[in-house]
């Protein structure tokens, strides 16, 4: 069956403002969005790029520190809480990342009626404060470390995940799914240097509160800037945005987002599955502790690269195309965890899946924006989107006995079902 991308606009040019806007309801004149002036996106300019660092340092420190979860899993694992299951610990960062999520379901609303400095301050500061409170927790503390990292730090995470990708809207049409796909790299890059950072402080003589100390004052000094960077546009003629209500009704009967968010929960079940025991795994295997260390940096510099050049694959082969390609890739690459042995297979599987994992997740903010048609509840459609990706089970199929064969299909087959809910 052949993939034929659906004939969608997500771009649009000032100088045709007449036509092309009013095809896509996105007319910029005295009723124009809040979030919009009545020119459109500069597509450039210093405070555009501006606003995509300050988003990029929000992926890095946001999502590039759930992915580093894998060195926690680790650790808690063999040795801060080792009474505790595998099965257990990866609740933590299965909360985490399920919180930063589903929390877009009230940062987007939020974005959309014009609060994303409050979101972005507040999020940032609950980052912040997370990891500082985490550095306090003393071993087998579960519970503590539960609610400081899993709940407090998602919830902050959550606030600023979704307006700092919907906030590139503003300030770009043309080249809107380019920048977005190399601010989502901000994840992976950030999945490269806090893996490298926290093995090299947790397993060293520093230790835990002092490592985790260390790594709470570089994230909040990069939090920091990004709130400097950020900027929305100014505007000079606004109507009321459109209410959340609304915003469902409308989602209720686009098939096409219907599917999106479909198959995006699908995928996700599995998603997280290499990311949070890749590093474990190769260890159980009797790969060398100290290259398994770097497991999850060499799947997420590959996820880097994913990222980057997901926006410039998909002007060619369509953004839906490839995001289809990539889940089915990702979908093999998990299954065949069940083959890994040895450091050959560690590199291969992290490379591969890497790659495959960053252009899905640089694409599937720019589709959702593709089938917008009106950008001023882009922020809602976003928490609607997230708000259904499913939290990982992983750990508990997993179980004390380490069977890696049936965590590892289950991830593998519920990630390619989501093909089936694809709209082709």
């Known amino acids: 069956m052949s993939i034929v991308q659906p004939r969608v606009r997500d771009t649009f040019v000032p100088h045709e403002k007449s036509n092309a806007l009013e095809e896509l309801g ?37 999502f590039g520190y759930v992915s580093s979860f894998g060195v926690y899993q680790d650790f808690y694992t063999r040795i801060y809480l080792a009474n505790q299951s595998p099965s257990a610990i990866s609740w933590i960062g299965a909360l985490t990342s399920f919180l930063t999520d589903n929390v877009t379901l009230i940062s987007g609303p939020l974005y959309d009626r014009g609060w994303f400095y409050q979101l972005m301050i507040v999020g940032s500061a609950l980052q912040s404060l997370s990891l500082f409170m985490l550095s306090l927790a003393k071993p087998d503390q579960f519970y503590l470390i539960f609610m400081v990292q899993g709940v407090l730090s998602g919830i902050g995470m959550g606030l600023t995940y979704g307006p700092c990708m919907a906030v590139i809207s503003q300030h770009f049409s043309k080249r809107r799914t380019l920048v977005m796909s190399v601010v989502a790299s901000g ?7 806090h893996p490298i950072m926290l093995n090299h402080l947790l397993n060293g003589t520093v230790g ?35 209410s959340y209500s609304a915003a469902v009704r409308k989602c209720s009967r686009d098939v096409f987002f219907i599917l999106i968010t479909a198959g995006s929960t699908l995928f996700q079940i599995g998603f997280y599955f290499p990311i949070f025991y890749l590093q474990l795994d190769s260890i159980k295997h009797g790969v060398d502790v100290h290259f398994s260390f770097y497991s999850l940096v060499i799947m997420n510099a590959a996820c880097v690269i994913g990222r ?15 995001t289809i ?21 560690v590199v291969v599987l992290g490379l591969a899946y890497g790659y495959f994992s960053g252009a899905y997740i640089a694409l599937m903010v720019p589709l959702v924006t593709v089938f917008t048609p009106d950008l001023s509840e ?24 380490y069977r890696w064969w049936i965590p590892s299909l289950f991830s593998g087959v519920s990630s390619f079902a989501c093909t089936c809910a694809a709209p082709f």
């Open 187 to 193: 994840s992976p890059l950030g999945a490269i240097i």
């Open 378 to 401: 882009l922020g809602a459609r976003f928490g609607i989107c997230f708000a259904f990706t499913g939290g990982p089970i992983s750990g508990a199929l997993l179980s004390s006995q």
């Open 325 to 345: 390609a990539s889940t089915v890739a990702c979908s093999a690459l998990i299954i065949s965890m069940i083959a890994l042995s040895d450091i050959a297979s």
């Open 308 to 322: 980057c050049t997901a926006g410039i694959f998909a002007v060619y082969t369509g953004a839906l195309n490839f």
């Open 208 to 242: 835990f509160a002092r490592g985790v100390r260390a790594s709470a004052g570089f994230v909040s000094a990069l939090l920091l800037i990004a709130c400097l960077c950020m900027r929305t546009r100014a505007l000079s003629t606004s109507k009321p945005t459109t």
């Open 26 to 62: 996105h007319v910029h004149s005295s009723n124009s969005s809040p979030l919009f002036s009545e020119f459109g996106p500069p597509d450039g300019g210093f405070g555009a790029w501006a606003t995509a660092f300050g988003c990029f340092l929000i992926q890095f420190c946001g």
